[in-house]
């Protein structure tokens, strides 16, 4: 597992041993942000962030800051490891917590992002559950962009306020994007 580009191309990333994390593939992340094209300046939410790869592929393609979620105190460890490693350490936050009490300190605090990551654990029930969590919040605009890895099985229903735009499908893994709908924030 390695950064794809930017200016920590080619830095291999570390991730705790074990099935608790699963890294996302060098394939999938590449696909994610041709899609996405220019992240430059973005501010970017990686909830489930296990090993924090998609965060700083954005960071090192140029997002100007990074939040990352991950309650698991290893993999918590993992991410400021490669954040350093990257040398993008100044542009990271890590978040020790659940996903849900995450969503609710940052939306306290008055946080907005541009683009939002979800990788849950695949087969877990929590995509959609996240998703109408981040729509109670309001810790996505008009313009955010939200990237949800998940298991074909586990099929996406966007809660009113988000619009399913696009969904590509790389083996036993679905990346969905959505946006805020038009009418909503």
Not at 83 to 104: D, F, N, P, W, Y
Not at 114 to 135: M, Q, R
Not at 144 to 169: M, N
Request: some cysteine.
């Amino acid at each position: 597992m390695r950064v794809i580009s930017g200016t920590a191309r080619g830095h291999k990333l570390v991730a705790p041993k074990g099935q608790r994390v699963r890294p996302a593939l060098d394939k999938v992340k590449g696909a994610i942000f041709n899609i996405l094209f220019d992240v430059s300046e973005a501010s970017v939410l990686d909830l489930f962030a296990g090993s924090g790869a998609v965060g700083i592929e954005a960071l090192s393609r140029g997002a100007a800051r990074a939040v990352f979620v991950e309650e698991w105190s290893e993999a918590a460890d993992s991410i400021k490891r490669n954040l350093a490693h990257c040398k993008v350490t100044e542009l990271g936050r890590i978040l020790k917590m659940s996903v849900e009490r995450a969503i609710r300190l940052l939306d306290r605090e008055g946080c907005k992002f541009d683009l939002i990551f979800i990788d849950p654990p695949y087969l877990k029930g929590l995509v959609n559950p996240t998703l109408a969590s981040l729509c109670a919040s309001s810790l996505a605009h008009k313009g955010t962009i939200l990237i949800v890895e998940h298991h074909p099985k586990e099929p996406i229903e966007p809660p009113e306020g988000l619009a399913l735009t696009d969904s590509r499908k790389y083996g036993q893994t679905l990346i969905t994007f959505l946006s805020v709908s038009p009418k909503e924030r």
